[in-house]
Each structure stands twice: as C-alpha cells, then as structure tokens.
C-alpha cells in the first residue's frame, strides 16, 4: 500500500512539473480612439485592453513600452549613440554626434499618461525612460483575464529612426511603436529592454483602432479597413465622411504584435490580388522616383507564391507596403519603407525583405532584442533565395549566397566581429552588429544545409513554421526540429556558430600522385570543425563528389540537391588531418578541392583547390 502510495504520488508530482513547463503565450485585445492634430502633429488618445495572463504565474505589477519617449535629447537612445559615436547606427548619428541631441523641444517625442486603471480602479505607475512599470490593485491570478484602460497624449517626434513626422522622402507622419503597449511575459519573465535602437518584442494581440484625422489624408496601416467608402484613397466611388474636416478611420487587425500606420495628404494607394493570397497594397507618393513600385507589382506577386510554397502560409489577409520611415522596418501586415529606388532590382530588395519579416518576426514571433539573428538572418536567408529567383545573376555562381559569405570573410578579417548571441542593443559595433545579426544569421542556415543536406534543409524549415506561427520559438526550438529531421547532433555547430567567433578554415596540406590513385592530405587550420564534401573534376570532365562526415553528427546526410557523392570515413573532431586515396592517376585528374558548392564559410578558401597540371 506504501509502495503504491509512493508511486502514486511521484507520477502526480511529474504530471504537475510538466504542465507547469508547458508552452503558454499571453495575449491581449486593444480597442483605440484615437484623436489626431495634423497641424501640431499631436494627438489623443484612449485605449482599453483585455489581458489574458495565461502563465502558471501569478502577475502583481504589468509593464507597458513607451518607445517615444527615446526621442529627445539626454534619453538612453541618444547617450547611446553619443558613446558609440562613428561606431553606432549611421541613421542616428552624423559625423560621429547624435542626431537626438539636437531635437528641437517641439518636436521630441512625448507619450505623457494621463491615468490608467484596471477594471475601474485607478493604479500606481512609474516611468521609468522608455518602459512603465505598473503596480496592480488586483494580481493577475494564472489563467485568468483583466481590463486596463488609459488615457494619454503625444508628441510625434522629429523622424530619427523608424517613427516620426515629415520623412526625408516627405511622409506627413510615421506611425510606429506609437501607443502604450504592453510587454510580453514568459518564461524568462518580462521582456522590458529600454528603446535605444534596435528591435522590438510584443505578445500576440488583436486591435480594433479608430483614428480621426482631417479629411485630407490618406492613410496606411497593417490592418483590415472596415470603412473605405467613407475616407479617401481607397475606393474609387467613396464619399468621405467628415464632421468639422475631420474623417474617421476604422481598422481592425487579429493575432497580430503590434499595429502600424502612417498618413500622407499625397499618398496613393494601389492594390492587386496574389492568387490564393494575400491582397496587396502600396501606399505611396507617386512620381518619378517611386516609378519602379509600378513596376513591382508582378515581382511582389512571385514573391508571396515562392515564400509560401519554401517557408509557410502567410497567415494574414492583406500585406501593405507603405512609404514612410527612414530605411525598411517590418510591422504587423505592413512595412514602412523608404520608397525612392535607383532600379526596380533595389527597391524589390528591400520590399522582400521586409516582407519576409511577416515570416520570422510576425509568424514565427522570436524575442528580437535577445535572439536578434533569427528574426534578421532567417529573413535575409529567405531574400537572398527570392532575389537569385527573381532576379538570376549574370555569372554562374553556385549558390544564392556567394556574396554573402564573401562579406563575411571579409569582416572577420578585419577583427570587429561579435558573437550572434549578444543581446542586439549591446553590441559595441554597429557594422558587427550588422553581421553577427544579418550575414551570420544567414550563414546559420547556409552552413545548416551543407551539413544536414539542401532536402532536409527544406524539410526543417517547414516543419519549424508549421510547428511554431504564430508563437514565440527560440533557437532551442529550431535545434530542437534541426536535429529532428536530420537525425543528427547539432548542439557543436549551434554552439560554435552563435555562441563563439571561431571560424572555419580547411584547405589541402598535400597530393601525392601513384600510378593507380591520388592520396590526398586534408588539414583543419582553425577552430570550427565541419563535415567536408570534397570533390574531383576527370580529365574527361566528369564530377566525382565525396563525402567526409564529422564524427560528431553521429549520422551522415545521405544526399544533397548539389550532386551524388560516397560517403568515406568519418573524421574525429579532435584530429587535426585527414587523408583519402581516390581511384584517379595524375593523368585523370583536372581539378580536386574541397566545397565546389561553395556553401562552407571557409574564410581562406584559397588553399581548397589544387589544379592538377
């Protein structure tokens, strides 16, 4: 009785610790009215939002972003910058100075709460720079719901970076990361990292906004417009409504991060169908540096059919790409992107960009300001495959991301690189930053798909987005697929990879050439060790490929999309050389090397190959 008491009672106990650690996302509902003054590029605003606190936690204080609040001289984003000076971000600084510094008073950006309370009681808050931290009347007990509303006003601030009034490119008001939003809460608690810079984190969330703003605007947003007969730009037979020159606006958007608009008198909106979604909007000043957004149009559709055939359904109805900002900044159903483009190839650049952050940022929803190089570098991996679709290089490269690994090389080379895994705004060199975010992120996925094979590749990206839309992964999730799918240990090369700056570089220490055969001599001259795809080219110019499979793996891919090949002996990670004897006289022999794919990050590749003459 004792024994099964005792058994008993350890499969309660296993029972209840998993379902504390099962996976749970908060989420909220924002209702929004919200006043405009165009003049003063000001306005009002009231909010109600449902919180559903779905964590086995319970909450007694809720934090809210006020990113405005970085744009004014002395705030984190400008000490920030001035410590960084030539180093940081070139769009916040000129000449080394931080561009805040000098925000005229008028124009800083303000988000000044007027009250908030939680199901009708008034809280206690504090401001502390971009973040509040708001002390509860009632704890939110795990698994159960409560209602804030706040009232507040701001200032749209000078645009500096991303949000802000009158653009370089003339955009009235960018309206992004503009109302208090709450911050997300899981496992690793509140994600509150202060607004200096670089990217954002949010729970998933429905919005129902109203915005009144005089009659004249045209206005685009990350949304679905429930009213477009009544306000201008969007149907050809709408009367607008207005009451004392002021137009309303009505949007709805569901299971979204965060929702974004912007206003312009000159805006025009032009919009076509992708066969079997979504709908697609431009919303820009139409002249003659914006005439290659005409020309977009067939390119943006090939471009939604071929991420969603390579990485996943997009989720939403609508996509709006929506002139405004100061570069390209990804937001819920939209991106704000600057819109005057030296060619149509530039412009499709940075529009399938941003629109593959619907992808790893919206969908698949990873905390940005922690795991940077998943958001950025999974989507420049999907830009990079898109544009050598669309747009096929002229030379016979062998690969979509030549280019890429080139630039990598070149930035270890010059000693500034930083590991991935720093936090993003905690980098002390923008263009490391850059690369550890954008190149080494892509290059995760690249070195992925030399080392499980291109199929299985393919096979984990889609199995990570069917597991993972509309949640919030981490590496450890996407390790968790990789290996999954590939029946191979990865945790090295993560490691490796993310965690460390250590590099790749093999090359051929020595051939010797016999009557029958070639025995060749295979060094590793640095720190990363990898499986190595080593191939011969005859004198009759037929491709032989092997494969030297890393005994770390423990399971060797058995195919890749780059050719047929014979698996030869695995290669322990601790052993410095390795030597193969191929079936091939000097005489047989054109060319042999390491990588014809050129896939590998080897940052000297010039000891790869060996012409036979």
């Known amino acids: 009785m004792r024994k099964s008491f005792i058994i008993l009672f350890a499969f309660v106990i296993s029972q209840f610790q998993a379902q504390q650690n099962a996976y749970y996302q908060q989420a909220a509902q924002y209702k929004m009215d919200i006043d405009v003054n165009a003049e003063k590029f000001t306005y009002k605003g009231n909010q109600t939002l449902n919180y559903s606190n779905n964590s086995p936690d319970e909450l007694n204080v809720v934090y809210f972003h006020l990113y405005w609040n970085a744009f004014k001289p002395n705030s984190m984003m400008d000490q920030r910058v001035a410590g960084q000076g030539k180093n940081g971000d ?15 008073k008028n124009e800083e950006g303000a988000q000044n709460i007027h009250w908030i309370k ?18 509860l009347n009632e704890a939110i007990k795990p698994n159960s719901k409560t209602t804030f509303t706040m009232e507040w006003d701001a200032v749209i601030p000078q645009q500096i970076r991303r949000s802000g009034r009158n653009n370089k490119e003339g955009v009235d008001m960018t309206m ?28 998933f969330a429905d919005f129902d906004v109203t915005i009144k703003i005089n009659k004249d605007y045209v206005l685009g947003a990350g949304g679905t417009l429930l009213n477009p007969k009544e306000v201008k730009g969007y149907d050809a037979s709408a009367k607008v409504k207005a009451d004392k ?38 919303v820009y000043l139409k002249n003659d540096k914006t ?83 998943m958001d950025e570098g999974f989507t420049s991996y999907a830009e990079s495959l898109v544009m050598h679709e669309l747009f096929p290089p002229k030379d016979n490269r062998p690969n979509a991301f030549v280019e890429k690994i080139d630039a990598y090389r070149k930035i270890v080379k010059k000693g500034i690189e930083e590991p991935a895994v720093w936090l993003g705004d905690h980098h002390d060199n923008g263009t490391a930053y850059s690369f550890a975010t954008y190149v080494k992120g892509e290059l995760y ?16 990206m889609i199995e ?3 597991e993972w839309n509309m949640k919030h992964p981490t590496d450890r999730d996407f390790l968790h697929i990789a290996q999954k799918i590939s029946g191979m240990d990865l945790k090295w090369f993560h490691h490796y990879w993310i965690n460390t700056i250590k590099t790749i570089d093999y090359g051929i220490k020595d051939v010797q050439y016999g009557d029958k055969s070639t025995t060749v001599t295979l060094v590793n001259n640095s720190q990363v060790p990898m499986p190595i795809d080593f191939s011969v080219v005859t004198s ?21 999309a780059f050719g047929e090949f014979t698996t030869l002996k695995y290669w322990p990670w601790t052993q410095k050389e390795y030597t193969l004897t191929i079936p091939y006289s000097k005489s047989q022999l054109s060319v042999l090397g390491i990588d014809f794919s050129k896939r590998m990050a080897d940052v000297n590749p010039e000891d790869n190959f060996v012409e036979v003459k």
């Open 90 to 104: 070139s769009r916040l600084q000129k000449d080394g100075i931080s561009r805040l510094a000098s925000i005229p």
């Open 118 to 135: 939680q199901n009708g009681k008034e809280l206690k808050y504090e401001i502390q720079e971009t973040v509040m931290k708001v002390y």
């Open 176 to 203: 992004t990361q503009w109302y208090p939003k709450i911050a997300e809460y899981d496992y690793d608690g509140w994600a509150t990292f202060d607004y200096v810079g670089r990217e954002f984190h949010s729970p």
């Open 245 to 282: 020159n002021i137009a309303t606006w009505k949007w709805t958007a569901k299971n979204m991060l965060d929702f974004a608009w912007a206003a312009d008198k000159d805006y025009s909106v032009e919009s076509f169908d992708v066969p079997q979604g979504p709908k697609v909007y431009f």
């Open 291 to 373: 005439k290659a957004w005409g020309e977009a149009k067939p390119y943006i559709t090939k471009y939604f059919q071929i991420m969603n055939s390579k990485f996943g359904k997009y989720a939403y109805p609508s996509y709006a790409f929506i002139q405004g900002g100061d570069g390209g900044m990804e937001y819920g159903m939209c991106t704000m992107i600057l819109g005057e483009a030296k060619s149509l190839e530039d412009l499709m650049g940075l529009m399938v960009h941003e629109g593959s952050h619907s992808w790893y940022q919206q969908i698949l929803a990873t905390n940005e300001p922690t795991r940077p190089w």
């Open 445 to 460: 996925l690249v070195q992925l798909g030399y080392i499980v094979g291109e199929e299985n590749l393919a096979k984990i």
């Open 464 to 466: 990570y987005f069917n």
């Open 540 to 560: 009759d110019n037929k491709l032989i490929n092997y494969h030297i499979p890393l005994n770390m793996t423990h399971t060797w891919k058995t195919k890749d």
